[in-house]
């Protein structure tokens, strides 16, 4: 059953029952009080009666000026239960039960179906006492209730089904903008992500879920987009060196070589093989960089320890390159190069990237490395003297595979960058690039201690 079914049907029984219990309460309330109020007016008459057949009442409120009913019966018993007068009355003794009772009691009210009878003790001033008894149906005020009871009724049923058909018109007002948000997202393809709900203008809750809606119909586009660019780029990047392997490698069968061109092309395929190795480990890194933080392992480490290793390893594969790494005179305690929570292995490759970034471009292959920091805050300084980033390319340097123009003429895959970036970020650090034409660049990182 859809919503629009279920609530209306589901509120309207509730109204239902409440309206029910409410008319069923008023219903027994007003009976209470009906019966009680004719059983008192039963013990009145009887006391009346009793007086004008006495002679002691002047006829003020004669009996037959009072309320007739279609069945009314009277008596009078002594105190020992005999039976002095009546009237439409066939008992001729009180039982000994009852009598016991009105004695005890000096009221006696009772109810057979609708009719109502009262047993009442009086003494005269003489001292002698009588039972009163007097029965009758009260018709009017049973007609009364008969009225209430259907009125009640009616009204119950008309009040639920107007509220059933009021929540019913509220409800598919109230979820038409669902049902709109469901039927465009079901028409939702990778061609026509950019379009956004018309529902998030609105002020309410449908407002705030098509703009979330939007939002994710945004983070969609955008990785899809950077899916089939990553795609074409890597097809790219891979199709070059395979090509390069390939063709070198069928040239040398061709025709029988010499050692020394044998060892040439191995040479060239050992340079692409290593190419493909350093692009595959890149792409590794990049797509571990994508994992959720918390299922990424994080614990105490010291940073000045992960510079050094990522030195050691830039010495390995580029001898020529040279690193000075230089220390804030105010680092006085090794505490505070320590930070609560850093993955030693990425971080190691971001520091890599950027000691290869600045050896490869700058013309004497020499980096500096500054490392300040205080009670709050560490920072690493990267420093090259290179040709530069142009400030037209600083916002595109950090996209996956771009090169600048001025770096065509040197090997790379524009990943070392982004990946850095992305490691930064997945340690809650900042990365900030100054750079001026054919004075160099400087990278700064910033963590939190």
Same mark, same amino acid.
């Not at 509730?14 to 009906?34: A, P, T, W």
């Given at each position: 059953?859809?919503?629009?079914?279920?609530? *209306?049907? /589901?509120?309207?029984?509730?109204?239902?029952?409440?309206?029910?219990?409410?008319?069923?309460?008023?219903?027994?309330?007003?009976? @209470?009080?009906?019966?009680? !109020?004719?059983?008192?007016? $039963?013990?009145?008459?009887?006391?009346?009666?009793?007086?004008?057949?006495?002679?002691?009442?002047?006829?003020?409120? *004669?009996?037959?000026?009072? #309320?007739?009913?279609?069945?009314?019966?009277?008596?009078?018993?002594?105190a020992t239960g005999e039976l002095i007068d009546q009237s439409g009355h066939e008992s001729t003794h009180l039982?000994?039960?009852?009598?016991?009772?009105?004695?005890?009691?000096?009221?006696?009210?009772?109810?057979?179906?609708?009719?109502?009878?009262?047993?009442?003790?009086?003494?005269?001033?003489?001292?002698?006492?009588?039972?009163?008894?007097?029965?009758?149906?009260?018709?009017?005020?049973?007609?009364?209730?008969?009225?209430?009871?259907?009125?009640?009724?009616?009204?119950?049923?008309?009040?639920?089904?107007?509220?059933?058909?009021?929540?019913?018109?509220?409800? /598919? @007002?109230?979820?038409? +903008?669902?049902?709109?948000?469901? /039927?465009? %997202?079901?028409?939702?393809?990778?061609?026509?992500?950019?379009?956004?709900?018309?529902?998030?203008?609105? @002020? =309410?809750?449908?407002?705030?879920?098509?703009?979330?809606?939007?939002?994710?119909?945004?983070? %969609?586009?955008?990785?899809?987009?950077?899916?089939?660019?990553?795609?074409?780029?890597?097809?790219?990047?891979?199709?070059?060196?395979?090509?390069?392997?390939?063709?070198?490698?069928?040239?040398?069968? $061709?025709? &029988?070589?010499?050692?020394?061109?044998?060892?040439?092309? %191995?040479?060239?395929?050992?340079?692409?093989?290593? =190419? $493909?190795?350093?692009?595959?480990?890149?792409?590794?890194?990049?797509?571990?960089?994508?994992?959720?933080? &918390?299922?990424? &392992?994080?614990?105490?480490?010291?940073?000045?320890?992960?510079?050094?290793?990522?030195?050691? $390893?830039?010495?390995? #594969?580029?001898?020529?390159?040279?690193?000075?790494?230089?220390?804030?005179?105010?680092?006085? !305690? +090794?505490?505070?190069?320590?930070?609560?929570?850093?993955?030693?292995?990425?971080?190691?490759?971001?520091?890599?990237?950027?000691?290869?970034?600045?050896?490869?471009?700058?013309?004497?292959?020499?980096?500096?490395?500054?490392?300040?920091?205080?009670?709050? @805050?560490?920072?690493?300084?990267?420093?090259?003297?290179?040709?530069?980033?142009?400030?037209?390319?600083?916002?595109?340097?950090?996209?996956?595979?771009?090169?600048?123009?001025?770096?065509?003429?040197? &090997?790379?895959?524009?990943?070392?960058? *982004?990946?850095?970036?992305?490691?930064?970020?997945?340690?809650?650090?900042?990365?900030?690039?100054?750079?001026?034409?054919?004075?160099?660049?400087?990278?700064? %990182?910033?963590?939190?201690?």
């Amino acid at each position: 059953m859809k919503i629009k079914e279920k609530w *209306p049907l /589901q509120l309207g029984l509730l109204v239902l029952l409440i309206l029910s219990s409410f008319s069923l309460i008023v219903f027994r309330i007003y009976n @209470k009080n009906r019966s009680e !109020t004719f059983y008192s007016y $039963l013990e009145e008459r009887a006391h009346l009666r009793f007086q004008i057949q006495n002679d002691k009442i002047v006829k003020k409120t *004669p009996l037959s000026q009072s #309320r007739s009913f279609n069945v009314d019966k009277y008596a009078i018993y002594s105190a020992t239960g005999e039976l002095i007068d009546q009237s439409g009355h066939e008992s001729t003794h009180l039982n000994k039960d009852l009598l016991q009772s009105v004695l005890l009691y000096k009221v006696k009210y009772l109810k057979n179906d609708d009719l109502q009878a009262v047993y009442a003790l009086i003494e005269t001033s003489t001292g002698q006492r009588f039972i009163l008894f007097e029965a009758a149906i009260d018709d009017l005020g049973l007609k009364r209730t008969s009225y209430l009871k259907s009125l009640l009724i009616a009204s119950t049923i008309i009040s639920s089904l107007l509220c059933y058909l009021f929540i019913r018109i509220m409800v /598919q @007002k109230g979820i038409n +903008p669902v049902v709109s948000i469901m /039927q465009k %997202l079901d028409k939702a393809q990778s061609k026509n992500l950019n379009q956004k709900l018309k529902e998030a203008e609105q @002020k =309410d809750e449908i407002g705030l879920m098509a703009g979330a809606f939007n939002n994710l119909l945004d983070r %969609l586009n955008l990785g899809l987009n950077e899916h089939k660019s990553f795609i074409s780029y890597v097809s790219h990047e891979l199709r070059t060196p395979l090509t390069i392997i390939l063709g070198h490698t069928e040239v040398a069968l $061709l025709n &029988e070589r010499t050692s020394t061109e044998y060892q040439k092309t %191995l040479t060239i395929i050992k340079e692409e093989v290593s =190419d $493909l190795i350093l692009l595959a480990n890149h792409l590794l890194a990049l797509s571990k960089t994508n994992i959720e933080p &918390e299922n990424l &392992e994080l614990k105490a480490g010291r940073i000045d320890e992960v510079v050094w290793k990522a030195k050691d $390893l830039l010495k390995k #594969r580029s001898s020529d390159c040279q690193v000075e790494v230089n220390f804030d005179r105010r680092l006085d !305690t +090794p505490d505070y190069l320590l930070l609560p929570k850093i993955n030693e292995e990425l971080l190691k490759i971001a520091m890599f990237n950027l000691m290869e970034n600045a050896c490869k471009y700058s013309s004497n292959h020499r980096v500096e490395i500054n490392i300040l920091a205080t009670r709050k @805050k560490v920072e690493i300084h990267f420093k090259d003297a290179g040709k530069g980033i142009p400030d037209s390319e600083l916002e595109d340097i950090l996209a996956p595979f771009f090169r600048s123009r001025h770096t065509d003429s040197m &090997e790379g895959h524009g990943l070392g960058l *982004p990946l850095t970036k992305q490691i930064i970020d997945l340690h809650k650090g900042e990365m900030i690039i100054h750079s001026e034409i054919n004075k160099g660049t400087t990278v700064i %990182l910033k963590f939190d201690r």
